[in-house]
């Protein structure tokens, strides 16, 4: 079982910046997801193994970063300019792969999941 970790997150005011963290050993391909009130959970960014392959969903594009740092079983999520509607509960997720370039990018597609963190952006 993996164990997913994740820190970062709180309440933020719009045009603010945030930044998560979650720790996870193993090679995974591995992602950010979110889910806000009375929405379906969705995938904002994603990224491979290797970290060569990056996804983000058009919502936030431009203004979060994924990155991970395997040497220290690390992924992040910069999050800037953040708008009311990015508050949601966020979610790490991972993934098991055998190929170090693929990413995921449906929810559907992840195995293990975090805690969540809830990010709150106010107008």
């Known amino acids: 079982q993996v164990q997913l970790v994740e820190a970062g997150g709180g309440f933020v005011q719009a045009g603010g910046a945030l930044r998560l963290s979650c720790a996870a050993a193993?090679?995974?391909?591995m992602g950010w997801l979110r889910q806000a009130a009375g929405k379906e959970r969705e995938v904002v960014a994603a990224i491979s193994r290797s970290g060569g392959r990056i996804y983000y969903a058009d919502s936030v594009k431009g203004r979060f970063t994924v990155a991970r740092d395997n040497a220290k079983n690390t992924m992040y999520l910069q999050m800037s300019a953040l708008k009311p509607e990015d508050t949601a509960v966020y979610y790490c997720?991972?993934?098991?792969?055998?190929?170090?370039?693929?990413?995921?990018?449906?929810?559907?597609?992840?195995?293990?999941w975090g805690q969540g963190t809830q990010v709150t952006v106010s107008s």
């Open positions: 997720a991972a993934t098991p792969t055998r190929y170090s370039e693929t990413y995921y990018s449906l929810a559907s597609q992840y195995d293990y």
């Open positions: 193993g090679r995974y391909a």
